[in-house]
């Protein structure tokens, strides 16, 4: 079983960044995908940005393109997101989660999810 423990979220102002990481332990990851996510108060989940444990290829939503990167440290079984530029409406508790398999914006195909970490930007 594969265990995602989110950290690095907190209270920032508009314009300013965050780092998140999810940290993986249990089972390795071979062809598995990363994800983060995030729902903000009164929204549904909705995906942020995906990248293959793989071959480090990644998609991002349009709401994050040329703000936010995520990226991975194997070596530290640990997945990153960069976020920088962000506005209020990026507040919002985020999610990791893991799949085996491809990269997808799909929140079902997603199987593992960590607890959440808040981000909550002032304008």
């Known amino acids: 079983q594969v265990r995602l423990v989110e950290s690095g979220g907190g209270l920032v102002q508009a314009g300013e960044s965050l780092k998140l990481s999810c940290a993986a332990s249990?089972?390795?990851?071979?062809?598995?995908?990363m994800g983060w996510f995030r729902q903000a108060p009164g929204k549904e989940r909705e995906f942020v940005a995906a990248?293959?444990?793989?071959?480090?290829?990644?998609y991002y939503a349009d709401s994050g393109k040329g703000r936010f990167t995520i990226s991975i440290d194997i070596a530290k079984n640990t997945v990153y997101l960069q976020m920088n530029s962000l506005v209020p409406e990026d507040t919002a508790v985020y999610y990791c989660a893991a799949r085996r398999g491809e990269i997808t914006t799909t929140e079902t195909w997603y199987n593992a999810w960590g607890q959440g970490t808040q981000v909550t930007v002032s304008s």
């Open positions: 990248i293959s444990w793989n071959d480090g290829s990644t």
């Open positions: 249990g089972r390795t990851f071979g062809r598995a995908a």
